[in-house]
Nanobody
Framework: QVQLVESGGGLVQAGGSLRLSCAASGIFFGINVMGWYRQAPGKQREMVAT???????NYADSVKGRFTISRDNAKKMVYLQMNSLKPEDTAVYYC?????WGKGTLVTVSS
């Protein structure tokens, strides 16, 4: 059974940082594209960042220069380092590996 478990969300002031983690189990990790997505209240889910099996990242324009995605294939983990957070980054953040989704972790950025 595939499980993706996100952690690291919380409440932070604008300008602060958070690091999200996603632990995967029950899935062959190495060949999959992994990603972080987010959904703010009343909005559609959107891509934040993805990373290929070879480690090539892709970012939404809104987070370029502030967020960094990384992965550890040996540990079956994917991370999202979020710096210079803004109130508009407030959302539930979801991890995706291949076609599988985690349940999300809430990030709230106060102004």
């Amino acid at each position: 059974q595939v499980q993706l478990v996100e952690s690291g969300g919380g409440l932070v002031q604008a300008g602060g940082s958070l690091r999200l983690s996603c632990a995967a189990s029950g899935i062959f990790f190495g060949i999959n594209v992994m990603g972080w997505y987010r959904q703010a209240p009343g909005k559609q889910r959107e891509m934040v960042a993805t990373i290929t099996s070879g480690g090539s990242p892709n970012y939404a324009d809104s987070v370029k220069g502030r967020f960094t995605i990384s992965r550890d294939n040996a540990k079956k983990m994917v991370y999202l380092q979020m710096n210079s957070l803004k109130p508009e980054d407030t959302a539930v953040y979801y991890c995706k590996v291949g076609v599988y989704w985690g349940k999300g972790t809430l990030v709230t950025v106060s102004s």
